[in-house]
Protein backbone atom coordinates (compact mmCIF):
# COMPACT_ATOMS: atom_id res chain seq x y z
CA UNK A 1 0.00 0.00 0.00
CA UNK A 2 1.08 3.36 -0.29
CA UNK A 3 0.66 6.74 1.68
CA UNK A 4 -1.39 9.87 -0.09
CA UNK A 5 -1.51 13.28 1.56
CA UNK A 6 -5.30 14.07 1.59
CA UNK A 7 -5.02 17.59 0.78
CA UNK A 8 -8.88 18.37 1.55
CA UNK A 9 -8.30 17.44 5.25
CA UNK A 10 -4.67 17.45 5.71
CA UNK A 11 -4.32 14.33 6.93
CA UNK A 12 -2.57 11.33 5.55
CA UNK A 13 -4.58 8.19 4.64
CA UNK A 14 -3.44 4.94 3.33
CA UNK A 15 -5.14 3.38 -0.37
CA UNK A 16 -4.58 0.23 -2.16
CA UNK A 17 -1.87 0.69 -4.60
CA UNK A 18 -1.63 -1.60 -7.86
CA UNK A 19 1.13 -3.88 -7.04
CA UNK A 20 2.11 -5.12 -11.17
CA UNK A 21 2.69 -2.18 -14.18
CA UNK A 22 -0.38 -4.37 -15.94
CA UNK A 23 -2.78 -2.71 -12.60
CA UNK A 24 -1.34 0.21 -12.63
CA UNK A 25 -1.74 1.17 -15.99
CA UNK A 26 -5.10 -0.13 -15.88
CA UNK A 27 -5.95 2.07 -12.97
CA UNK A 28 -4.46 5.27 -14.82
CA UNK A 29 -6.74 4.64 -17.31
CA UNK A 30 -9.50 4.79 -15.31
CA UNK A 31 -8.79 8.00 -13.86
CA UNK A 32 -11.34 10.85 -13.65
CA UNK A 33 -10.80 14.62 -12.81
CA UNK A 34 -13.22 16.45 -10.86
CA UNK A 35 -13.31 20.13 -10.13
CA UNK A 36 -15.54 21.77 -7.43
CA UNK A 37 -16.20 25.27 -8.21
CA UNK A 38 -16.95 27.59 -5.94
CA UNK A 39 -16.61 30.80 -5.31
CA UNK A 40 -13.84 31.14 -2.59
CA UNK A 41 -11.96 28.24 -3.42
CA UNK A 42 -11.81 25.23 -6.04
CA UNK A 43 -11.36 21.78 -4.66
CA UNK A 44 -9.61 19.84 -7.74
CA UNK A 45 -9.99 15.40 -7.19
CA UNK A 46 -8.00 12.92 -9.36
CA UNK A 47 -9.30 9.39 -8.61
CA UNK A 48 -12.23 7.18 -9.04
CA UNK A 49 -14.33 7.52 -6.13
CA UNK A 50 -14.33 7.87 -2.20
CA UNK A 51 -11.58 5.73 -1.87
CA UNK A 52 -8.33 6.97 -3.56
CA UNK A 53 -9.44 10.65 -4.77
CA UNK A 54 -6.39 12.59 -4.27
CA UNK A 55 -7.11 16.56 -3.45
CA UNK A 56 -6.08 20.18 -3.51
CA UNK A 57 -7.63 23.40 -2.63
CA UNK A 58 -7.22 26.76 -4.66
CA UNK A 59 -8.37 29.58 -3.80
CA UNK A 60 -10.75 31.42 -6.05
CA UNK A 61 -9.18 34.60 -7.56
CA UNK A 62 -9.02 35.52 -11.65
CA UNK A 63 -10.52 33.03 -13.94
CA UNK A 64 -7.43 33.10 -15.59
CA UNK A 65 -5.02 31.96 -12.52
CA UNK A 66 -7.62 29.87 -10.82
CA UNK A 67 -8.43 27.75 -14.06
CA UNK A 68 -5.12 27.10 -14.97
CA UNK A 69 -3.71 25.86 -11.50
CA UNK A 70 -7.03 23.72 -11.55
CA UNK A 71 -5.59 22.61 -15.23
CA UNK A 72 -2.38 22.26 -13.99
CA UNK A 73 -3.04 19.78 -10.99
CA UNK A 74 -4.95 17.44 -13.54
CA UNK A 75 -2.87 17.51 -16.53
CA UNK A 76 -0.39 15.79 -14.10
CA UNK A 77 -2.63 12.21 -14.37
CA UNK A 78 -4.13 10.88 -17.70
CA UNK A 79 -7.75 11.26 -17.66
CA UNK A 80 -10.59 9.51 -19.18
CA UNK A 81 -12.64 12.90 -18.34
CA UNK A 82 -13.66 15.58 -16.21
CA UNK A 83 -16.64 16.71 -14.50
CA UNK A 84 -17.33 20.48 -13.37
CA UNK A 85 -19.89 21.14 -10.11
CA UNK A 86 -19.84 25.13 -10.76
CA UNK A 87 -21.12 28.11 -8.47
CA UNK A 88 -23.50 30.27 -10.36
CA UNK A 89 -25.93 30.99 -11.99
CA UNK A 90 -24.70 28.88 -15.00
CA UNK A 91 -25.48 27.95 -19.04
CA UNK A 92 -25.54 24.29 -18.74
CA UNK A 93 -25.42 24.44 -22.38
CA UNK A 94 -22.72 25.98 -23.45
CA UNK A 95 -20.57 25.70 -19.77
CA UNK A 96 -20.57 29.17 -19.25
CA UNK A 97 -20.72 30.93 -15.55
CA UNK A 98 -23.36 33.85 -16.64
CA UNK A 99 -24.09 36.31 -14.10
CA UNK A 100 -22.22 35.95 -11.16
CA UNK A 101 -21.59 39.17 -9.22
CA UNK A 102 -18.11 37.89 -8.33
CA UNK A 103 -15.44 40.17 -9.98
CA UNK A 104 -14.07 39.01 -13.35
CA UNK A 105 -16.02 36.02 -13.56
CA UNK A 106 -19.23 37.24 -15.40
CA UNK A 107 -19.75 34.68 -18.48
CA UNK A 108 -17.11 33.37 -18.04
CA UNK A 109 -16.44 30.16 -20.27
CA UNK A 110 -15.14 27.67 -17.53
CA UNK A 111 -15.89 23.86 -19.18
CA UNK A 112 -14.60 25.51 -22.50
CA UNK A 113 -11.42 26.56 -21.08
CA UNK A 114 -10.61 22.97 -19.25
CA UNK A 115 -11.53 21.27 -21.88
CA UNK A 116 -9.27 23.05 -24.41
CA UNK A 117 -6.61 22.79 -21.96
CA UNK A 118 -6.90 18.90 -20.99
CA UNK A 119 -8.58 17.75 -23.96
CA UNK A 120 -11.24 15.08 -22.53
CA UNK A 121 -14.51 14.97 -22.26
CA UNK A 122 -15.95 17.47 -19.72
CA UNK A 123 -19.52 17.57 -18.31
CA UNK A 124 -20.73 20.21 -16.40
CA UNK A 125 -23.27 21.18 -13.70
CA UNK A 126 -24.29 23.49 -10.61
CA UNK A 127 -22.86 22.61 -7.06
CA UNK A 128 -25.97 21.59 -5.12
CA UNK A 129 -26.64 18.97 -8.78
CA UNK A 130 -23.19 18.08 -8.13
CA UNK A 131 -23.22 17.56 -4.46
CA UNK A 132 -26.73 15.50 -4.98
CA UNK A 133 -25.08 13.06 -7.53
CA UNK A 134 -21.84 12.28 -5.48
CA UNK A 135 -24.45 11.38 -2.19
CA UNK A 136 -26.14 9.44 -5.07
CA UNK A 137 -23.47 7.71 -6.09
CA UNK A 138 -21.29 7.48 -3.24
CA UNK A 139 -23.36 8.81 -0.12
CA UNK A 140 -26.33 8.98 1.28
CA UNK A 141 -28.87 8.50 -1.10
CA UNK A 142 -27.44 4.76 -3.06
CA UNK A 143 -30.08 3.33 -4.51
CA UNK A 144 -32.95 6.27 -4.10
CA UNK A 145 -34.50 7.40 -7.14
CA UNK A 146 -36.15 10.38 -5.79
CA UNK A 147 -34.38 13.20 -4.01
CA UNK A 148 -33.44 16.80 -2.94
CA UNK A 149 -29.90 17.73 -1.83
CA UNK A 150 -29.75 21.11 -0.40
CA UNK A 151 -27.14 23.77 1.03
CA UNK A 152 -28.18 25.75 3.62
CA UNK A 153 -24.77 28.50 3.87
CA UNK A 154 -23.43 31.43 2.56
CA UNK A 155 -26.23 30.80 -0.09
CA UNK A 156 -29.22 28.37 -0.14
CA UNK A 157 -29.22 26.01 -3.11
CA UNK A 158 -31.14 22.94 -4.42
CA UNK A 159 -30.59 19.88 -6.68
CA UNK A 160 -33.30 17.58 -7.46
CA UNK A 161 -32.98 14.02 -8.65
CA UNK A 162 -36.24 12.73 -10.28
CA UNK A 163 -36.69 9.14 -11.23
CA UNK A 164 -32.88 8.84 -11.14
CA UNK A 165 -32.00 12.05 -13.45
CA UNK A 166 -30.65 14.95 -12.57
CA UNK A 167 -33.51 17.94 -12.75
CA UNK A 168 -32.80 20.68 -14.98
CA UNK A 169 -35.37 22.01 -17.26
CA UNK A 170 -34.83 25.55 -18.95
CA UNK A 171 -31.61 25.80 -17.18
CA UNK A 172 -31.35 24.88 -13.30
CA UNK A 173 -33.63 25.08 -10.09
CA UNK A 174 -33.01 28.05 -7.95
CA UNK A 175 -34.28 26.54 -4.80
CA UNK A 176 -33.25 29.33 -2.31
CA UNK A 177 -35.29 31.90 -4.28
CA UNK A 178 -38.93 30.60 -3.78
CA UNK A 179 -41.49 32.91 -1.53
CA UNK A 180 -42.48 31.67 1.91
CA UNK A 181 -44.56 32.87 4.20
CA UNK A 182 -43.22 35.72 6.11
CA UNK A 183 -44.58 36.56 9.45
CA UNK A 184 -43.81 40.46 9.67
CA UNK A 185 -44.98 40.65 13.16
CA UNK A 186 -43.07 37.47 14.58
CA UNK A 187 -39.91 38.46 12.30
CA UNK A 188 -39.80 41.49 10.88
CA UNK A 189 -36.67 41.29 9.45
CA UNK A 190 -36.52 42.48 6.03
CA UNK A 191 -34.35 39.88 4.36
CA UNK A 192 -31.02 39.81 2.32
CA UNK A 193 -31.33 38.87 -1.14
CA UNK A 194 -30.55 41.65 -3.40
CA UNK A 195 -33.43 40.53 -6.11
CA UNK A 196 -36.06 39.68 -3.50
CA UNK A 197 -35.70 40.40 -0.11
CA UNK A 198 -37.56 37.67 1.71
CA UNK A 199 -37.47 34.43 -0.11
CA UNK A 200 -36.05 31.88 1.34
CA UNK A 201 -32.24 32.53 0.94
CA UNK A 202 -32.99 36.03 1.70
CA UNK A 203 -34.69 35.37 5.24
CA UNK A 204 -32.63 31.31 6.26
CA UNK A 205 -29.23 31.63 4.70
CA UNK A 206 -26.00 32.24 6.66
CA UNK A 207 -25.72 35.90 6.05
CA UNK A 208 -29.75 36.59 7.08
CA UNK A 209 -28.45 35.22 10.49
CA UNK A 210 -25.96 37.23 11.21
CA UNK A 211 -27.75 40.57 9.76
CA UNK A 212 -30.77 39.35 11.82
CA UNK A 213 -29.44 38.29 15.39
CA UNK A 214 -26.10 39.89 15.12
CA UNK A 215 -23.36 36.88 14.92
CA UNK A 216 -22.65 34.28 12.96
CA UNK A 217 -24.73 30.97 12.91
CA UNK A 218 -21.38 29.18 14.06
CA UNK A 219 -21.70 31.15 17.36
CA UNK A 220 -25.25 31.10 18.23
CA UNK A 221 -25.90 28.60 21.11
CA UNK A 222 -28.10 25.16 20.08
CA UNK A 223 -30.76 26.87 22.34
CA UNK A 224 -31.48 30.15 20.82
CA UNK A 225 -34.13 31.52 19.21
CA UNK A 226 -32.41 31.83 15.92
CA UNK A 227 -32.69 28.08 15.18
CA UNK A 228 -36.42 27.52 16.06
CA UNK A 229 -37.12 30.44 13.68
CA UNK A 230 -34.45 28.72 11.25
CA UNK A 231 -36.46 25.37 10.93
CA UNK A 232 -39.38 27.17 10.06
CA UNK A 233 -38.28 28.52 7.28
CA UNK A 234 -37.12 25.79 6.39
CA UNK A 235 -39.88 23.14 6.72
CA UNK A 236 -41.90 25.62 4.96
CA UNK A 237 -39.74 25.36 1.79
CA UNK A 238 -39.40 21.52 2.61
CA UNK A 239 -43.39 20.94 2.68
CA UNK A 240 -43.63 23.00 -0.69
CA UNK A 241 -40.75 20.79 -2.69
CA UNK A 242 -42.84 17.82 -0.82
CA UNK A 243 -45.94 18.65 -2.23
CA UNK A 244 -44.60 19.38 -6.49
CA UNK A 245 -41.24 16.89 -6.52
CA UNK A 246 -42.51 13.91 -4.23
CA UNK A 247 -39.13 13.17 -2.89
CA UNK A 248 -38.34 10.02 -0.91
CA UNK A 249 -34.90 11.60 0.83
CA UNK A 250 -34.08 15.40 1.47
CA UNK A 251 -30.67 16.26 2.59
CA UNK A 252 -29.43 19.20 3.82
CA UNK A 253 -25.91 20.41 3.98
CA UNK A 254 -23.70 23.48 4.40
CA UNK A 255 -22.53 25.73 7.32
CA UNK A 256 -25.97 25.74 9.10
CA UNK A 257 -26.87 22.30 8.20
CA UNK A 258 -24.44 21.23 10.21
CA UNK A 259 -26.08 22.58 13.22
CA UNK A 260 -27.38 18.86 14.21
CA UNK A 261 -29.91 19.86 16.66
CA UNK A 262 -31.91 21.94 13.84
CA UNK A 263 -32.97 18.56 12.47
CA UNK A 264 -35.61 17.28 14.90
CA UNK A 265 -36.85 21.07 15.16
CA UNK A 266 -37.24 21.13 11.35
CA UNK A 267 -38.95 17.70 11.79
CA UNK A 268 -41.45 19.08 14.17
CA UNK A 269 -42.16 22.11 12.14
CA UNK A 270 -42.43 19.66 8.83
CA UNK A 271 -45.51 17.83 10.55
CA UNK A 272 -47.49 20.21 11.84
CA UNK A 273 -47.32 21.88 8.29
CA UNK A 274 -48.06 18.75 6.13
CA UNK A 275 -50.66 18.09 9.02
CA UNK A 276 -50.26 14.26 7.94
CA UNK A 277 -50.71 14.67 4.67
CA UNK A 278 -47.54 13.49 3.34
CA UNK A 279 -45.48 10.82 4.68
CA UNK A 280 -42.73 8.63 4.90
CA UNK A 281 -40.02 11.33 3.20
CA UNK A 282 -37.05 11.09 5.26
CA UNK A 283 -34.42 14.47 6.43
CA UNK A 284 -31.03 13.59 6.85
CA UNK A 285 -27.58 15.25 6.97
CA UNK A 286 -25.64 14.26 3.50
CA UNK A 287 -23.50 11.14 3.95
CA UNK A 288 -20.47 12.81 1.75
CA UNK A 289 -20.00 15.80 4.35
CA UNK A 290 -17.86 18.29 2.80
CA UNK A 291 -16.49 15.74 0.13
CA UNK A 292 -19.61 15.59 -1.75
CA UNK A 293 -19.01 18.52 -4.50
CA UNK A 294 -15.83 17.00 -5.98
CA UNK A 295 -17.10 13.12 -5.50
CA UNK A 296 -19.84 14.82 -6.97
CA UNK A 297 -17.62 16.51 -9.80
CA UNK A 298 -16.22 13.00 -10.45
CA UNK A 299 -19.65 11.29 -10.97
CA UNK A 300 -20.43 14.18 -13.55
CA UNK A 301 -16.75 12.80 -14.91
CA UNK A 302 -18.62 9.20 -15.60
CA UNK A 303 -21.27 11.02 -16.94
CA UNK A 304 -19.49 12.43 -19.15
CA UNK A 305 -18.01 8.98 -20.49
CA UNK A 306 -20.96 7.27 -20.10
CA UNK A 307 -22.84 9.76 -22.85
CA UNK A 308 -20.26 9.72 -25.16
CA UNK A 309 -18.87 12.93 -24.86
CA UNK A 310 -16.33 14.38 -26.98
CA UNK A 311 -13.34 16.49 -25.90
Request: aromatic share 8%; charged share 15%.
Amino acid sequence: MRRFPCRYSGNWRIVRWPRTKRARRRYNQSLLGGIEAGGTKFVCGVGTGPGDIETIQIHTTSPEATTSAAVEFLAKRSLQAVGIASFGPVDLATGHITSTPKAGWRNYDLAGTVRRGLGVPVAFDTDVNGAALGEARWGAAQGVSDFIYLTVGTGIGGGAMVNGRMLHGLGHPEMGHIRIPHDMARDPFPGVCPFHGDCLEGLASGPAIQARWGAPAPELPPDHAAWTLEARYLALALANWMYTLSPKLILIGGGVGEQSQLFEQIRKELAGILNGYIQGCEIAAPGLGSRAGVLGALALAEQAIGQGLRP
